[in-house]
């Protein structure tokens, strides 16, 4: 606490002068390294094993339901408990899973049943953390840093991603699918380690009532603000359409079309948008923060758009790396929008809100996406999904609230 309160005096606008702020930033990027890893590292051992692609698919499912049941409930243990406790509890143990799991393919006792459970516990592990993590971010720096303090994590995530997918198939390589989950047990590990030195400000916690009782007092929250419910339902349908174009079709088309590095080439494109986008963020603050974010968050369509059509494929990397610029604008307005305007007794919950009305109905998208463009034609439903998501961003802006909400001024945080 006493670091924070120092880091306000001599510049309040700058989050790397805090300590605290600086354990959060080192835990959360060496965690998101070593998650980066797993995915890849995971799919490859259930191929080892002899698994089908439906196994493989019951495996990564088993994650992201448990994941998606699990997170409204950590939202409510954020709000009621110590967050800083709560990512260091889940770090620990996710820890302790993966070593588990690494030890069982190194001695050849895994089996795909067990590559499940054990991918749902993680699941399980991952919510616990998740809403808590983006929650405590206003306690380790004073207000005025905030908008620095959430480009900076974000750029460090997607920088963590981006060397940990590329890590992954060299690890697993050179050294077996076991050895490379053993990367992200040390990670979780050193992530955990970080979290235990960090000391935070107090929060204000939210009166310990029934479970259900505080779920709906996080729902009113969220009801609260037009702004907030306006876009979690725009995500709710971006993310129905494009989690098929992304999981499903992008690749196979993109493989027919031009080849079996095409893809790679496209993902690496959509992480470079990322990238600038978080660049950009450092400097580009605009006082009506959600306007700004969403007429952004309309760059998404340009993805879907140019695998639509006939164009060659730095055309198609082109719309992938505006569809990057365009969702990290967004999304980093998006959280620190939620971090400035909401109750920070409820600040985890309302997070945790967000994390399932943005994926929950990702799996249902990746399930209907085949059959549907099967039916349509695969073009005509890029072309489809392309429009929906400009049309959902377009009508999201009706609401007053999205257009007019304001980026608290630097001179107010700091007096704050």
């Known amino acids: 606490m006493l670091d924070v309160l120092d880091m306000q005096a001599k510049n309040p606008t700058r989050p790397w002068d805090s300590v605290p702020f600086r354990w959060l930033l080192t835990g959360r990027t060496l965690i998101g390294l070593g998650s980066a890893i797993t995915p890849v590292a995971m799919a490859l051992a259930v191929l080892h094993l002899g698994g089908s692609a439906t196994e493989l698919g019951l495996v990564v499912a088993a994650y992201a339901l448990v994941d998606v049941v699990t997170t409204l409930f950590a939202g409510v243990l954020g709000d009621r408990f110590s967050r800083a406790l709560l990512m260091r509890v889940a770090a620990t143990l996710s820890c302790l899973s993966q070593a588990a799991v690494a030890v069982s393919l190194a001695t050849g006792a895994a089996t795909v049943p067990m590559l499940a459970v054990m991918s749902a516990l993680n699941g399980g592990l991952a919510a616990v953390a998740g809403p808590s993590s983006r929650a405590v971010v206003p306690q380790t720096v004073p207000a005025a840093a905030l908008p620095t303090a959430v480009s900076v994590l974000r750029l460090s995530q997607n920088t963590a991603m981006i060397l940990g997918f590329s ?7 050179l050294f077996g699918p076991g050895w490379a989950i053993a990367v992200d047990a040390a990670t979780f590990a050193a992530g955990a380690a970080c979290f235990t030195a960090m000391r935070v400000t107090g929060q204000d916690k939210a009166e310990a009532r029934s479970m259900l009782d505080d779920l709906a007092g996080g729902a ?13 339902v725009q995500a709710l349908i971006y993310h129905l359409v494009y989690g098929g174009v992304q999981g499903v079709l992008g690749p196979v088309l993109m ?21 600038v986008g978080g660049v950009v963020t450092l400097r580009y603050r605009p006082r009506r923060m959600l306007l700004a974010g969403t007429a952004f968050l309309a760059l998404t369509a340009c993805f879907p758009l ?10 198609v990397m082109a719309g992938a790396f505006l569809h990057g610029l365009g969702l990290e604008v967004f999304s980093v307005n998006w959280d620190l929008a939620i971090q400035q305007q909401v109750a920070p ?6 997070f945790a809100f967000d994390q399932v009305g943005s994926f929950v109905m990702r799996p249902l998208g990746l399930a209907l996406t085949g059959p549907v463009a099967a039916a349509a034609g695969e073009r005509t439903w890029l072309l489809v999904a392309a429009t ?14 999205v257009r007019h909400l304001r980026r608290q001024p630097e001179e107010r945080q700091t007096e704050n």
């Open 167 to 173: 890590l992954a198939g060299l690890l697993v390589g």
């Open 220 to 232: 009113r929250e969220v009801l609260r603000h037009t702004w907030l419910w306006t876009l979690l």
């Open 255 to 275: 493989t027919h079309r031009f080849g079996d590095a095409a893809w790679g080439w496209a993902l690496a494109a959509l992480m470079a948008g990322f990238m």
């Open 306 to 315: 140019a695998m639509a059509l006939p164009v060659p494929l730095p055309v």
């Open 345 to 350: 007794d409820k600040l985890a919950r309302v």
């Open 388 to 401: 929906v998501m400009a049309a959902t961003v377009l009508l999201s802006l009706a609401p007053s609230s």
